[in-house]
Structures are given as C-alpha cells and as structure tokens.
C-alpha cells in the first residue's frame, strides 16, 4: 500500500513539474531583422507577443522616387500552429513618401501570440504609378488672405499662432481639400515663408503625406517656421510658397512580403543583439 501511495505521489509531482514547464512567460520577445523589398530597407524591431496581442514596429527607407502605402487592413499577423489570420489593429494607412524614412507601430489582436514563430503577412501594398500633375498654388500673403486654391486642390488657413512652442516659431493650421480622386502627395517640407526683405523660412513641422480616396477628402495639417512674431505682420508681406508640393499619382496595387520572426529574448527587444538579414520574401538567410 506504502509503495502504491508513493508511486502516486511521484506521479502526481511529475505531473506538476510537467505543468510548471509548460506554462508560457507572460511576454514573448522576437529577433530583429532587416532586408531589401523593391530597393526599400526595412527593418523589423521592438517585436513582442502576449496573450492577448503582438506588436512589431517598422522602420522603411525607402531610396526610391516612388511613394509607397501600406494599409493596416491588409497587414496580417499568424502563428505556425494555426491557420488563422489577425488584420493589423490600426487604422492609420501609411505613406512612405521618395527618399524618406518612415517609423511606425503595428499591433495585432485575436488570439494568444506567444509562440516561437510569429508570421506577419503584407497582403498588398501600393505605389506611386503614373506621374499626373503638380497643382502649383499662388502665393499666399497670410497677413491679408486665407486660401488658395488650383484645381482639385484648396489650401485654407484656419488659425495662425505666432508664438508656437514658446519660441521663435510661426503655428499656421490649416484644411487641405482635394477632390481629384486619386493619390495625392504632400511635400510640405518644400512649403516657405517669403518676407519682404528677402528672407526665407522652411517649414519645420514634420512632414506629413497623406492619401486621399472618396470617403475623405480633406486633411488637417500644421506648418511651422523658424520666424519671429513681428515678421507676420502686414508690414512685412509674409507670403507663404507653395513650389511642388501638390503632387498628384494613379496608383498600382503591388504584391506585399511575408516575415516570419524567431523567438529571441529581452536583449533582443532592446537591440543589444545582432540583427538577422533576409532575403526579399522574409525568410532568414
């Protein structure tokens, strides 16, 4: 009886080890990687799955004179023991405009995503295809006037700060209509401000491109330039600049990439190791 007793009992605290080992950590981290998609350098940090979500976050160089979206919707996240496929949580869609480097989030939910493999799947894509027009706007002397506009594309200004950020900055918030119905891109770095005595500000705010379709129309956009107070008054004629920055494009839905991230720890999550390389379809060389 004795030997029956302690045979179950070594039973039953195997049986508890057993458990002990397959109990999974909370957080699952994930190696970084890097490789070349359509002459773009992207590279794949910061990956990490829970019970509940997986999030990775995506820097894109893109060397090209092409401008590139990515539409959450169609970015999709799996494990190899299931078939089930996880649409990008985000809404946001994301331009990558020519000779820029974008960083962003993508964050996935629906399941438990901690497994030695996480997948990410970039269905579709889009990029800049034929070249249309460019919608040079007049100049726009902001002291007395608050739009201008060229055909499908209307610049309003609706606020003006001239004391942004508690220093020598000039805020202009403005709505930007489009009504073209087709992929409009914004370089409002090429936005400046003209003084009349000669001088020149950039824009500084960071650039934002954004892609317009039929259910949105118009965007809301913030300039701002290294320009003292004073200069925005009448007396100094400043007049906002508009060269190239309207760009107008048709658009061609191109086939997307698919990743597959191995399960590395915290050191790889805070880049303290070395980067895996890939080939164009994701996979580890």
Do not use: W
Not at 47 to 74: A, G, Q, R, V, Y
Not at 124 to 137: D, G, P, R
Not at 159 to 180: F, Q, R, W
């Amino acid at each position: 009886m004795k030997k029956i007793i302690f045979c179950v009992l070594i039973f039953l605290v195997g049986i508890n080890f057993i458990s002990i080992a397959q109990q999974k950590a909370e957080k699952f981290f994930y190696k970084d990687t890097v490789f070349t998609f359509l002459e773009c350098k992207i590279e794949v940090i910061k990956n990490l799955s829970t019970d509940k979500t997986f999030k990775t976050t995506l820097i894109i160089t893109n060397p090209t004179d092409k401008f590139f979206i990515i539409n959450p919707l169609e970015v999709f996240s799996f494990t190899d023991n299931s078939s089930n496929k996880y649409q990008g949580a985000s809404r946001k869609v994301e331009v990558i405009p020519p000779n820029f480097t974008r960083k962003f989030v993508l964050r996935f939910e629906g399941t438990d995503f901690r497994e030695s493999t996480v997948n990410i799947d970039f269905s579709k894509m889009q990029m800049t295809e034929q070249f249309l027009a460019v919608y040079e706007l007049g100049d726009l002397d902001f002291s007395r006037e608050n739009f201008r506009e060229a055909g499908p594309v209307k610049f309003t200004i609706d606020d003006k700060d001239p004391s942004a950020h508690n220093k020598v900055s000039y805020k202009i918030m403005a709505k930007l209509e489009y009504t073209g119905g087709k992929f409009l891109g914004l370089l409002l770095y090429n936005i400046n401000v003209k003084t009349k005595d000669g001088a020149n500000y950039k824009n500084i705010e960071k650039p934002h491109l954004f892609q317009y379709n039929n259910s949105k129309t118009s965007e809301r956009i913030i300039l701002i330039f290294p320009l003292e107070p004073e200069a925005g008054k009448k007396e100094n004629a400043p007049t906002i600049s508009f060269h190239d920055v309207f760009r107008e494009y048709t658009l061609a839905n191109i086939e997307g990439f698919k990743i597959k991230l191995r399960q590395g720890n915290i050191d790889d999550y805070k880049g303290r190791r070395k980067t895996e390389t890939k080939d164009d379809d994701g996979e580890t060389d």
